[in-house]
């Protein structure tokens, strides 16, 4: 069995702390990958502390992993030993229901299988995450990472990244069209690239003045600052689409108050307290509330090819695991520019 160490939570109050563990051997399908790096995402300290109900501790977070191959099973073809492979939000389902079939693995209607704080389809054990060495997954659900881009800066692709990337190319987003992305932080900061090289009017929503010369060098066309009311009338009526990626609770209507007739806010944040909405902000110019999780294993790759021909990565911030708990207060703070990832040779 594949010994591993990681941080855990051992509860929803305590910081996370050095955890032995051990993996399965890896399948004939599977690999074994040593993570290199690990992304900090704002669902592992939402799932580290239970703020949605559905912990399972202890738990080792992370599911932006990139690492390199150091074992192969016999019926793996997809990867050899020294490769680089990438992990994101899912790894596994149960591969016949429609969705799966379609490649929407991440809408698996039998429930897809979490990187971490999930039962594992293959032994019954509870999946443990990439703030760890290692990982052991069927290929499947890994992916290829282009050639030439700084692998510390590729790990928030694999959730931050997709989770912009698929309801922007959902919802079409591109010439002719004046998008809003809300929350300037590791999932808005890839939203605003990929609106921006996707080749819209692109706005930045955030509550935070200083992060206004940032959101530009970005690629924002405009900024603007959503407490400030004079500010948002000025665009009253103007968005085609706003990608709302904000972390902590808020109301939705200054937002709905942007949007034109039969204009779309897609909401991918996911605070721990729903949101409050006028109907009058909605029905008045019929317009639409969605949601997007995510991505498939196909568009995931899909969206890492695209950023390997664009040049595009994630503005990262390298920390040792042993800054972790500091990392997930200055999260909390808005203090992040713009996404932590961890360098998991720290861990040695
Ligand atoms: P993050 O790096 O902490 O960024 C969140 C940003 O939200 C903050 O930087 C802040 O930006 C903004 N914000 C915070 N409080 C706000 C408020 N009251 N009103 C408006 N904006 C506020 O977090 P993240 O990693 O990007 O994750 C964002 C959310 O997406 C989390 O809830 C996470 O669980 C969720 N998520 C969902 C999916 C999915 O599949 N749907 C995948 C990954 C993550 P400003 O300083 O610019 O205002
Ligand atoms: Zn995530
Ligand atoms: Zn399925």
Redesign the pocket.
């Known amino acids: 069995m594949p010994a591993s160490k990681g941080y855990a939570a051992s509860d929803n109050r305590t910081p996370l702390a050095p955890f032995a563990f051990s993996r399965r051997e890896p399948g004939a399908a599977e690999i074994t990958v040593e993570v290199l790096y690990c992304g900090?995402?704002?669902?592992?300290?939402?799932?580290a502390r239970n703020e949605w109900g559905n912990a399972i501790y202890p738990m080792v977070p992370g599911h932006e992993i990139v690492g390199r191959v150091t074992a192969v099973g016999k019926s793996a073809k997809k990867f050899k030993a020294g490769d680089i492979a990438a992990i994101g939000?899912i790894v596994d389902s149960c591969r016949h229901c429609p969705p799966c079939k379609k490649g929407e693995e991440?809408f698996c209607q039998e429930g897809s299988t979490l990187t971490y704080a999930a039962k594992d389809r293959v032994d019954g054990s509870i999946t443990m995450g990439g703030y760890s060495n290692n990982y052991v997954v069927d290929e499947r659900f890994a992916h290829t990472v282009p050639a030439h881009l700084d692998l510390a800066a590729v790990a928030p692709l694999l959730?931050?990244g997709?989770?912009t990337y698929s309801p922007l190319r959902h919802w079409k987003v591109g010439p002719g069209k004046k998008v809003g992305i809300?929350?300037?932080?590791?999932?808005?900061?890839?939203g605003l690239k990929f609106a921006h090289s996707f080749g819209a009017h692109t706005v930045?929503?955030?509550?935070?003045l200083k992060?206004k010369e940032d959101?530009l060098k970005l690629g924002a066309n405009e900024v603007v600052v959503?407490t400030d009311a004079n500010a948002m009338k000025a665009h009253a009526g103007t968005f085609d689409f706003i990608l709302?990626?904000?972390?902590?609770?808020?109301s939705l209507d200054p937002y709905l108050s942007l949007l034109k007739q039969d204009g779309t806010i897609t909401?991918?944040?996911?605070?721990e307290q729903p949101p409050c909405i006028n109907m009058f902000a909605l029905i008045t110019k019929r317009a639409s509330i969605a949601?997007?999780?995510?991505g498939g294993m196909p568009e995931t790759q899909e969206m890492l090819e695209y950023c390997g021909q664009h040049k595009i990565t994630a503005d990262v911030e390298v920390i040792p695991i042993q800054k972790i708990n500091e990392a997930f207060e200055r999260?909390?703070k808005?203090?992040?520019k713009?996404?932590f990832v961890i360098d998991m040779s720290s861990l040695k």
């Open positions: 900090v995402c704002h669902s592992d300290l939402h799932m939000v991440h959730c931050a997709i989770t809300v929350g300037l932080g590791g999932l808005g900061h890839m930045q929503l955030t509550t935070s992060k959101a959503s709302d990626t904000a972390s902590a609770p808020h909401l991918v944040g996911l605070p949601g997007s999780m995510i999260m909390l808005q203090d992040v713009y996404r």
